[in-house]
């Protein structure tokens, strides 16, 4: 049976962190198979594997620079981007 853990927050609040942390547990400690997804197209360093990573479909920088938005425009921009690419 598999499950899933969403991690959420605002920006800088430790998601990342926290993901990487909690993959490594369950795989050191309790010898149990983990996988992580990266939905989010704006961090500019990922310290664990993910088995799928929103920036190989949109990267927020590059919104910015091509779209002219900000990042919080970018952000939203390239939701809706992903959104439409995974259910198409």
């Not at 010898?31 to 664990?48: E, I, M, Q, R, S």
């Not at 088995?51 to 809706?80: T, Y």
């Amino acid at each position: 049976m598999m499950q899933g853990i969403l991690i959420t927050g605002i920006a800088g609040s430790g998601k990342t962190t926290l993901t990487k942390n909690y993959v490594n547990w369950p795989r050191k400690e309790l010898n149990t198979k983990v996988c992580a997804v990266n939905l989010d197209p704006g961090v500019n360093d990922l310290p664990y594997h993910a088995i799928f990573d929103a920036r190989k479909i949109v990267m927020v920088d590059e919104l910015m620079a091509s779209e002219g938005l900000g990042p919080n425009g970018a952000l939203i921009r390239a939701m809706k981007f992903l959104l439409k690419e995974l259910m198409s």
